[in-house]
T-cell receptor
Framework: NAGVTQTPKFQVLKTGQSMTLQCAQD?????MYWYRQDPGMGLRLIYYSASEGTTDKGEVPNGYNVSRLNKREFSLRLESAAPSQTSVYFCATDWVDYEQYFGPGTRLTVT | GENVEQHPSTLSVQEGDSAVIKCTYSDSASNYFPWYKQELGKGPQLIIDIRSNVGEKKDQRIAVTLNKTAKHFSLHITETQPEDSAVYFCAATPANYGQNFVFGPGTRLSVLP
């Protein structure tokens, strides 16, 4: 039982490049989330998916797209990376009682 | 929208002393308040939570108190140990935000041996 897994762990991109961050959970949870974490700013919600087939914007969605591929997987795509997207990205999941479980994170640097 | 403030931003205590971190929120309809611990290089981990119909909750050395009138809630860690050193985040769930959280900016706790 791995919980929430994220790939890759680290990534360096040049401005304008694209990439997809992958998240998978084996907890059979309905809801999945993508956050970014910047120094001194806590975690900010980018997108979330309340159930398979649905996605909604969070607090900071600009520059990102998401896909809820199935119940297990929720991916985050940067179509044209910018230095302002340098951050640590966390995926999380929960059932119905608010208790969110986080993955280990992806550290992204955009030069 | 909901705004969550957290104080202090850094806290140093001697091993065995108590630590208290306080958060305030703005949306009076928020009804769930979790605390997360994040160790270096890892994702946040839920350590305790409280719902709006409860005033206090304890789990061994950790407790959370909620004052809905004043719109603040606090994390109390007693008999601190070096392994308590981490960044702690509070969060609140606004009533019109589904199960989504608004996080505080975090408190870096250092427990000195």
């Amino acid at each position: 039982n791995a919980g929430v897994t994220q790939t890759p762990k680290f990534q360096v991109l040049k401005t304008g490049q694209s990439m997809t961050l992958q998240c998978a959970q084996d907890m059979n949870h309905n809801s999945m989330y993508w956050y970014r974490q910047d120094p001194g700013m806590g975690l900010r919600l980018i997108y979330y998916s309340a159930s398979e087939g649905t996605t909604d914007k969070g607090e900071v969605p600009n520059g990102y797209n998401v896909s809820r591929l199935n119940k297990r997987e929720f991916s985050l795509r940067l179509e044209s990376a910018a230095p302002s997207q340098t951050s640590v990205y966390f995926c999380a999941t929960d059932w119905v009682d608010y208790e969110q479980y986080f993955g280990p994170g992806t550290r992204l640097t955009v030069t | 929208g909901e705004n969550v403030e957290q104080h202090p931003s850094t806290l140093s205590v001697q091993e065995g002393d108590s630590a208290v971190i306080k958060c305030t929120y703005s949306d009076s309809a928020s009804n769930y308040f979790p605390w997360y611990k994040q160790e270096l290089g890892k994702g946040p981990q839920l350590i305790i939570d409280i719902r709006s119909n409860v005033g206090e909750k304890k789990d061994q050395r950790i407790a959370v108190t909620l004052n809905k009138t004043a719109k603040h809630f606090s994390l109390h860690i007693t008999e601190t140990q070096p392994e308590d050193s981490a960044v702690y985040f509070c969060a609140a769930t606004p009533a019109n935000y589904g199960q989504n959280f608004v996080f505080g900016p975090g408190t870096r706790l250092s427990v000195l041996p």
